[in-house]
Structure formats: C-alpha cells, structure tokens
C-alpha cells in the first residue's frame, strides 16, 4: 500500500510541473510574438511615411516651387515698416501675437516720440505699454522692448549686433526674430524665418511633417537653397496672407496648386 502510494503521489506532481512549464512556455511565446509585431508595423509605417516625404522634398519639385514664388512674389520684403535695424527689431519683438497692420500703426507714433535705442532703453515701462496696448501682451513686450534696447546701449555701442549668437542674448529675441532682422536689415542669411504661415504653408506644401518651429526652420534649410533662405521665408508670408489662409485657402487662385496635395485643399 506504501507503495502504491508513493507512486501514484510521485506521478502527479511532474504533470502538474509539466503543464506549469507548459503555460509559461506558450505565454513567453505569446508575448514574444507582439513586440515583434509592432516593429514590423512601425518599419512598414516608417518606409511609407519616409516615401511621402520624399516625394514632398523632391528636388525637382522644390525648384518647381521657388520657382512659381519667384513669379508670383520677385521683390517682397518684410511687411513691418521701418528706417532701421533698430526700428525693425522693436517691430518684430511686437509683432508677436499681431498683425503688421496693427504694429505699423503703433509704431508709426511709437518712432515719432522714442528715436533711438537710448529713448527705449530708460524710458517710463508704463508709457510704452500705454503706447503698444494695441498689439497686445503689452506688459511682457514693453519688458523685451526696454530690456533689449538697454542691452543695445550698454552692451553693443548702441548698435544692433549681426549675429545670431549676439542677437539671441537680448531679451524678447528667439530664432524668428533675429532671422528677420538679419535677413531683412543686414541681408545675411544664416536661417529661415519661421512664423505662423511659414509653419502652415511647409506643412501643405509637404516641405517639413513638424509642427516645432526650430525643426521646421531645419527642415527648410535642408530643402532649399541658402541664397534663397531670405526671400523664400517672405514669399511664404505674403502667400499665407493673400491666398493659403488658414481656414479658407484661396486655392483656385494659387499659383502651386498643381504642385499641392495638401488634404484641405479647396478644390
């Protein structure tokens, strides 16, 4: 009877250890087979993705593209008015968060009563809010406008300095800023001006997939050719505001549509 015990009891346990192993054999299988999956998935994603973008960047097609700018917009500059480097610095710090039409009009005044950097950098803060009102966020413009006029005076001899490095130490001042100010003012190209219709217009046009300005500026730089960095950021602009608008775009009008595949295309 021992025995028989002692067997019957040493046969079950290495068939319950054997359905153990069994189970954790076909759940390691199990998840060994989803991660797998996924990858495949992804690499199939990124080859599409990667054969979209190609085709947007296509170095034919990019030419095709400035070329049609080219015709459309030969000589436009920067929309902000101003007699100098200064001048279009103070207007672009306020341009933030507004139009040109409203900064021109503020400024038209603002430059009559603060001629020089000097004027700005010790002047009254509540006075130049009370002068910038219009263009809103008044209270942190009238700080970038003072804190970089002073910094001018008494850090670069009053004179705007011509390098993106210098340039990014003032307050108010980020890549687009000094972009245009380079651009426009000195004619020197060392990046793209990236604002709310450079950012829409290379996203329809499948020239940049990102939605950061910095990697969009990378993007473009990438795809276009530097000579062409200054006025290519402008032609954007202008076509952003005369015909790709944001929510009606004016396509039967566009010069690029057939070079277009955007999905909210209107026609």
Not at 62 to 85: F, M, W
Not at 242 to 252: E, G
């Amino acid at each position: 009877m021992r025995r028989k015990a002692a067997s019957a009891f040493s046969g079950k346990v290495p068939m319950k250890k054997r359905r153990t192993k069994s189970k954790k054999a076909s759940a390691r299988s199990a998840k060994g087979t989803k991660p797998s999956s996924r990858r495949g998935k992804a690499k199939a994603a990124g080859k599409n993705t990667a054969n979209v973008k190609a085709a947007g960047t296509n170095p034919q097609r990019v030419r095709e593209i400035l070329q049609k700018l080219d015709e459309a917009y030969p000589n436009v500059t920067c929309g902000l008015v101003h007699e100098s480097p200064f001048q279009l610095l103070i207007s672009t710090i306020l341009s933030a968060q507004s139009t040109d039409e409203t900064v021109n009009r503020v400024t038209k005044t603002l430059y009559a009563k603060y001629r020089t950097p000097k004027d700005f950098a010790y002047a009254s803060p509540q006075e130049i809010e009370r002068e910038i009102h219009s263009t809103g966020f008044f209270r942190n413009k009238a700080k970038s406008v003072i804190g970089a006029s002073k910094k001018i005076v008494e850090e670069f001899g009053g004179e705007v300095p011509r390098t993106m490095e210098e340039l990014l130490t003032l307050p108010g001042v980020a890549r687009k800023t000094a972009n245009v100010v380079l651009g426009t003012a000195f004619g020197i190209a060392v990046g793209v001006v990236v604002d709310t219709h450079v950012t829409r217009l290379s996203n329809r046009l499948d020239l940049s997939r990102n939605t950061d300005p910095k990697k969009i500026e990378l993007d473009l730089m990438q795809v276009i050719p530097q000579e062409k960095w200054i006025l290519f950021s402008h032609q954007l602009i202008w076509h952003g505001r005369k015909i790709c608008q944001a929510r009606k775009p004016k396509c039967v009008e566009c010069t690029l549509e057939a070079l277009c595949y955007s999905k909210d295309k209107t026609v």
